[in-house]
């Protein structure tokens, strides 16, 4: 994406999300050939190449049109995903996904909208009888709490709470309409005061983002990032699904403290129910008049819509999320200018995860003070954690910033049987037994060079074939490139077909490889991913595998 | 700014550019591939990788910029294993073939050279075949690095966006299209991806392999007016290829697809080499000796015969400032008639009479650094985009980078897309429509009053008529809605604004009262002699400019000094030898009806074909068999040619030197670069044989001497122009003395007719309006891949991309005929007819047709009618009342 194609498109009138047109071109009639490329091209006011480009990189506008997704992220690739897929393929049209988010109880798959969990022992043939039996989407995973105080997970495992009628008994938008009373400065100062830092990974200071953002001329733009990415976390999943009302307010309180009249969600197509609760709910909002135009009388202006990935892991990266949304390859930009000088549009945006957003109308509603009571000086608050299907006690565990891995291990059964836990997808960290005392806050991580990331956590059994989850790994590598620098663009085809050869000196090669990649690329998918890859090559080559 | 960074140990300015341009500063050059001066950062291909003390990992230099304090290290032993390591990969998805190291190869093999990677374990497999169905571009993939400088550049310096990068991770490659065939995407064959690609994967395919250049000549491309420099390669006595002046003011390396590649005309094998001498139905070829005498005494014959205004002349707007001064020279001082004129007439005459009315001078009141200047830009009746690329794409640059545009033009144009607002007004009803938009600006207020007061005059007169102007009944006439006439009121009320406008405000019978209304546009909102603002008409040839500039008019003579005075006369006879006659002469048009009644009985063309390019064309052809003398100067046997009863084998553009002046004003030396073919001569040497024959004692050393003639004849314009000035960029006139810096903009310090003119201009119907029976409005002009009638580009490979006239029709209006693109169709005025295939085009409005008139077989010019405007006499091309019919089976 380039300034130049923005400015074009900008200035011949394009639609303002164009590929949400494609998206429904290719729901009805399939991929797009030359000639539909052309006529798509002409009525966006797109150049061709620039939608061709587009429609090639993102999985959903090219793929043929599939049954069945089935989910081989890393907690359902431990769990046989590969070999489910390979069966089901067989019966049925098929493609598979990077996790739909139900670590909790891998495999899962979708079948059209629907999630099926297909049951660890559970043959091909059975799996698909399920999928067309059609049911009730599985039941939310268990949420539980370590933290004195439950702010994210206040309104989830509790049933209904999506209502809006329901979510403001429970004490939805009374943060906001106290806030809309005073200045959006106090806002701003009460996040700045409260420490946030964002929950995407990166950990970022809420605050100043806000700030910065907030201090550049308008409009600006409010983006919740809800392309839960990394598999093996599955809690923005839940939010979307369970506190649509939360992650609203929370951005109609931080449009309000930057000066914004338009957010989007971001919501990845891998969690339909999440794009149609969300939906939903923004719809009552609306109609309840906590969106759009003067919210609950205040005078101020504020409209959010969804907007639903296309499947492509690198969205997720908040320069890339934007250029989806605007009708781009979703390719990481280097930096600077950053997204609250110049995001989307070109316009000051604030990108927030959708946990981030949660926080803040509890840190609103509470003061910045009780916030930083939670967690450590470094890293306020509280995180949830997503366990997957691999602990005894899978499910969402909040706990403070600063508590140990091991209390979490522990509460979620236990973790005698492991050989590590990955933490933070995959580029985060394969944590062995001997850092499990590590503090889960930014600053003691940091440390022992250990990711958080979004706070997924999946058990690497004993019997784990360490062996598949590396090339799993590599592979997912491979397909996610965005492609535009060349260490990552070549060095993971490279990495993946020198850990398939195997033989001696392949250690050697990729050792070498990974650094050139990591010390190399562009953005953090080539330079983090190196980092897991290389703990697991040294797991296997301590296990002997 | 003192140094507050160290590169390597050097002082260096960290003033928010990158680390890479920091370093060049310093001369240090660190190895890239993706990066490319002039081209936003890529970052894609990490070989700028550097030490930054205190980062975590290497920074790329290409979009990490220098921040003060930062202590950066190019060249460690670490970085350059890293860099080693990264070009290994890439190296290793090409096949074994496609590159070696080598010191005097590509970018790409020179940096193999430099860097010496190791060599990757296995070579890549093919990749997909080399791409040769665009006739000037061909896409090798195998070369494809994927750096995408060629799309960087196609956005920057194009504007357009031909490629993309499709797939992801190690499956990425490059389209340029809906297709995986180059010619199906929208390339408009600038060539400006060709310049930047450093492995050559794109490349062109004119030039002539294996052939070493031999001589390299800096010279002014001979198509459109907009005037750019090229280098032009010549190997084994051909054109080898043609670049842009990298360092040129004008085009800044940038060209056209004309201009860079259609250059095959030059080989051509149907050039004229020997003059040819048309007696008694047969022609045979004859020696200069015998062709000059012939026609020195034919000339003589007829002018004792019938008198010396029984014969004219036009001159070559594709030929040089000197030959069409020494050509009306010839004509005026030698054979003594004022029946002197060029195909300025049938273009911009309505322009360059109603600026010499409104200002006092008839050139460009500004230049082309104006567009990036302005604070508006309006284009009216132009499509730089095909007719003036190179401006075009400068007009499009400033557009994307915020500069708020209004498009007046019937079709929806490339720019019109990208306009905050466009105006499709109905052919030949531009005054309604500005005169609409002038009331708006003084109902408003948003009128210049201190510039009004202190620089202009006639506010009243015009104020006058807009009061009693019917708003609602002018917008009816023009057809254009109240919004957008308020919307572009407003981009244009804001302040100066820069007025670009093209034939579609000349070439009708309201032309001169078009541009009239436009500049009183200019004039309100204080915009003329201002910087960034005024009016800036688009000339149609490289030399139209010039050769009005140089006397190429019936009533003035060089410099627009008015023939009719008397001081002038006695100040031409000062540096001729003789005076012109003191009675104006006959226009293009009144010389070619003069011809038809006999009054003129011999006509001299140089360098045209107006037999194509003259309306009424079957009336023009019987005017021109008529004539009891023709003598064309030609480079190839056009419809006017054939006629003639002498041709002379002319030097084309490439082959003769002297000057050319741009639409700016701007007079630029044009060098030979390569030798004429057979006999054929440049056209200022012609003029002079001509003249010695009838007796003149002429003496010119060459073309810079005529120049230093011209400066004498009119010292106020060109007083202090010399070919030895003019190296480099050259100079806008006016410039009147050795030591005058040239005048980019005119009117700066007051306008030269004192004050500058408003003029109540009313708003009259034309002809071609409403005939009943003919249902459409047909407007001609060219394409992108022609010039003109296309007696040069039709001899280049560029027909293949555009093989014949095509009528543009709404796909609307097509359907209601039952055309489907391709399908022949009669188009059929009161005055003539063409058959031509329909293309429907949603650029057109419904009821408005478009037909380009580069192809003789077309005889577009049969369509248009008799209508001239009443002053400048120029011919309505631009409004003519059709219908549409089946050809015969």
Redesign the interface.
């Known amino acids: 994406m380039?300034?130049?194609?923005r400015?074009?498109l900008a200035?011949?009138g394009a639609p303002r999300f164009p590929l949400l047109e494609v998206r429904d071109h290719v729901a009805r009639h399939g991929p797009p050939d030359?000639?539909v490329?052309?006529a798509l091209?002409?009525r966006l006011?797109m150049?061709?190449?620039?939608?061709?480009?587009a429609v090639?990189?993102y999985a959903d506008l090219h793929a043929e049109r599939a049954e069945l997704c089935v989910c081989r992220g890393t907690s359902c690739a431990l769990a046989g995903a590969d070999g489910l897929a390979d069966g089901l393929s067989r019966l049925t049209a098929c493609r598979t996904v990077y996790c739909v988010g139900h670590c909790d109880r891998s495999p899962a798959l979708l079948a059209g909208e629907r999630v099926v969990l297909a049951g660890a022992a559970a043959g091909p043939e059975e799996v698909l009888r399920e999928a067309r039996a059609g049911g009730a989407d599985p039941p939310p995973p268990d949420v539980r709490c370590l933290a004195p105080e439950r702010i994210v997970t206040r309104r989830l495992g509790r049933g209904g709470l999506a209502r809006l009628d329901r979510a403001r008994a429970d004490g939805a938008y009374s943060a906001l309409e106290r806030a809309l009373a005073g200045p959006p400065e106090a806002v701003l100062a009460a996040v700045v005061a409260s420490g946030e830092r964002g929950r995407g990974g990166a950990g970022f200071s809420t605050g100043r983002k806000w700030r910065a953002a907030a201090g550049a001329p308008g409009p600006r733009y409010v983006v919740a990032n809800g392309d839960e990415g990394d598999p093996g976390s599955f809690v923005d999943r839940v939010l979307m699904e369970e506190d649509p009302h939360g992650i609203i307010e929370g951005a109609a309180l931080c449009a309000y403290a930057v000066g914004a009249a338009e957010g989007i969600v971001f919501v990845r197509s891998e969690y339909p129910r999440a794009i149609a609760t969300m939906e939903r709910a923004i719809r009552e909002a609306r109609a309840a008049g906590l969106l759009g135009s003067s919210i609950l009388g205040s005078g101020f202006t504020f409209d959010l819509v969804v907007f639903p990935g296309m499947g492509?892991y690198v969205c997720g990266e908040e320069t890339a999320l934007l250029g989806a949304i605007e009708g781009f390859?979703a390719e990481a930009r280097?930096r600077?200018p950053y997204p609250v000088e110049s995001g989307l549009y070109g316009r000051p945006t604030v990108v927030n995860n959708v946990e981030t957003l949660v926080n803040v109308p509890w840190i609103v509603a509470n003061g910045p003070d009780a916030y930083r009571a939670l967690g450590t000086e470094a890293s306020p608050g509280t995180k949830a954690l997503s366990l997957n299907a691999g602990f005894a006690r899978p499910g969402i565990v909040e706990v403070e910033l600063g508590t140990p891995l091991s209390a979490v291990l522990e509460e979620a059964g236990g973790a005698d049987d492991l050989v590590a836990v990955l933490m933070g997808g995959p580029m985060g960290s394969v944590v062995r037994p001997r850092d499990w005392d590590v503090p889960l806050c930014h600053e003691a991580m940091a440390e022992r060079g250990v990711e958080l990331g979004h706070g997924g956590i999946v058990a690497l059994p004993r019997d784990a074939d360490l062996r598949a989850l590396l090339l799993h790994w590599l592979t997912f590598m491979?397909?996610?490139?965005?492609?535009?620098?060349?260490?990552c663009?070549?060095?993971?085809?490279?990495l993946l077909e020198i850990a398939r050869a195997g033989g001696p000196g392949a250690r050697a090669s990729l050792d070498?490889?990974l650094d050139?990649v990591?010390?190399?690329?562009?953005c953090a998918f080539g330079?983090r991913i190196p980092v897991p890859v290389g703990e697991l090559l040294d797991l296997i080559e301590e296990r002997g595998a | 700014m003192r140094p507050n960074a160290t590169i390597d140990g050097c002082a260096a300015v960290a003033d928010g550019r990158s680390i890479i341009e920091a370093a060049r500063d310093v001369g240090i050059e660190i190895p890239h591939l993706c990066w490319h001066p002039g081209l936003p950062a890529e970052g894609g291909c990490r070989l700028c990788l550097v030490e930054v003390e205190g980062a975590a990992r290497p920074v790329a230099a290409c979009h990490t910029p220098l921040r003060a304090g930062m202590v950066v290290r190019t060249s460690t032993r670490a970085l350059e294993e890293l860099r080693r390591e990264i070009l290994a990969l890439e190296q290793g998805t090409h096949p074994a073939s496609a590159f070696r190291p080598d010191a005097r190869g590509s970018e790409y093999e020179r940096l193999l050279e430099a860097l010496a990677p190791p060599p990757p374990p296995a070579p890549g497999p093919a990749r997909a075949a080399l791409d040769a169905s665009h006739p000037y571009l061909r896409l090798d993939p195998d070369l494809c690095i994927m750096c995408r400088r060629c799309l960087r550049a196609c956005e920057e310096v194009q504007g357009s966006f031909v490629y993309a990068v499709a797939g992801r991770g190690a499956d990425v490659r490059l389209v340029a299209g809906p297709t995986d065939r180059f010619a199906d995407g929208d390339c408009v064959a600038c060539g400006a991806c060709v310049d930047v690609c450093p492995t050559g994967a794109i490349s062109d395919r004119d030039r002539r392999n294996g052939l070493p250049t031999a001589a390299t000549t800096r010279t002014v491309c001979g198509y459109c007016g907009v005037g750019c420099q090229v280098d032009v390669h010549v190997a084994d006595g051909r054109v080898a290829r043609v670049e842009g002046a990298p360092d040129a003011a004008v085009n800044r390396g940038h060209l056209c697809q004309k201009g860079r590649y259609a250059h095959a005309w030059q080989s051509s094998p149907d050039r004229l080499t020997r003059p040819l001498l048309r007696e008694g139905g047969a022609v045979r070829e004859v020696t200069w000796d015998e062709a000059i005498a012939w026609a020195a005494g034919r000339l003589r014959e007829l002018a004792a015969a019938h008198g010396p205004d029984a014969l004219g002349v036009l001159t070559s707007a594709r030929s040089t400032n000197e030959a069409a001064y020494l050509l009306q020279k010839l004509f005026r001082a030698v054979v003594g008639t004022n029946n002197v004129d060029c195909c300025a007439r049938v273009c911009h005459s309505s322009t360059a009479t109603a600026l010499k009315l409104a200002t006092g001078a008839a050139g460009a009141t500004a230049c082309y650094a104006d567009i990036e200047t302005a604070r508006a830009i309006v284009v009216a009746g132009a499509n730089p985009t095909e007719a003036h690329p190179v401006v075009g794409s400068r007009i499009e640059r400033a557009v994307l980078r915020g500069t708020p545009l209004v498009v007046i033009d019937p079709r929806r144009t490339a720019l019109a897309e990208l306009a905050a607002v466009h105006l499709a007004v109905r052919p030949g009803a531009n005054v309604a429509l500005l005169n609409a938009l002038a009331k708006l600006l003084v109902e408003s207020g948003r009128v210049d009053r201190a510039y009004l007061a202190e620089r202009t005059e006639g506010v009243g007169e015009l104020t006058a008529l807009l009061a009693a102007l019917p708003y609602e009944a002018a917008l009816r006439a023009a057809g254009v809605s109240d919004g957008d006439a308020r919307r572009a009121a407003d981009v244009i009320g804001g302040g100066p604004t820069l007025f670009v406008s093209g034939l579609g405000l000349s070439e009708l019978t309201q032309g001169v009262a078009s541009v009239l209304a436009l500049a009183n546009l200019a004039l309100l909102t204080g915009s003329i002699g201002r910087p960034g603002a005024g009016m800036l008409p688009l000339r149609g040839q490289n030399n139209v400019q010039g050769n009005v500039d140089m006397g190429a008019a019936p009533d003035l003579a060089p410099g627009y000094q008015p023939i009719a005075s008397e001081a002038v006369r006695a100040r031409l006879a000062g540096v001729w030898g003789a005076p012109p006659p003191a009675r104006p002469g006959l226009t293009l048009v009144e010389m070619v009806r003069a011809a038809e009644s006999g009054a003129i009985r011999g006509l001299w063309i140089a360098g045209g074909d107006p037999a194509q390019y003259l309306p009424e064309q079957e009336r023009v052809l019987r005017a021109l068999e008529s004539l009891d003398l023709l003598v064309v100067q030609e480079i190839f046997m056009t419809d006017t040619a054939r006629r003639a009863h002498l041709v002379l084998p002319a030097a084309g553009p490439l082959e003769q030197g002297g000057t050319f002046t741009n639409a700016e004003r701007r007079i630029q030396l044009v060098r030979p670069a390569l030798a004429p073919p057979g006999e054929a001569r440049p056209d200022w040497e012609i003029a002079l044989l001509v003249a010695r024959a009838l007796g003149a004692d002429w003496s010119y050393g060459g073309p810079a001497e005529v120049m230093d003639e011209i400066a004498r004849a009119a010292p106020d314009l060109f007083g202090g122009v010399s070919h030895a000035r003019l190296a480099g960029d050259g100079l806008h006139w006016p410039c009147p003395t050795p030591d005058h810096p040239g005048t980019p903009r005119l009117h700066v310090g007051g306008f030269a007719r004192g004050r500058g003119a408003l003029t109540a201009v009313e708003y009259a119907g034309d002809p071609e309006h409403d005939v009943p029976g003919f249902p459409y409005t047909l407007i001609t002009g060219r394409v992108l891949e022609h010039h003109n009638v296309g007696t040069m580009t039709r001899r280049t490979p560029s027909v293949h991309l555009a093989p014949a006239d095509v009528l543009e029709i709404h796909p609307d209006d097509a359907a209601r005929e039952g055309l489907r693109p391709g399908d022949r169709v009669v188009v059929e005025s009161r005055w003539g007819r063409a058959e031509v295939p329909a293309h429907p085009s949603p650029r057109m409005a419904p009821g408005i047709l478009f037909l380009s008139f580069h192809f003789p077989e077309s005889h577009a010019n049969r369509v248009v009618g008799p209508h001239l405007d009443p002053i400048s006499k120029c011919p309505s091309y631009k409004v003519t009342a059709v219908r549409l019919a089946r050809p015969p089976a």
């Open positions: 380039s300034d130049a194609l400015s074009l200035a011949r030359a000639a490329l052309r091209a002409d006011r150049p061709v190449a620039a939608l061709r480009g090639s990189y492509s390859r280097p600077p491979a397909e996610e490139s965005c492609g535009r620098c060349v260490p663009r070549i060095g993971s085809r490279r070498r490889l050139v990591s010390q190399g690329s562009l330079q």
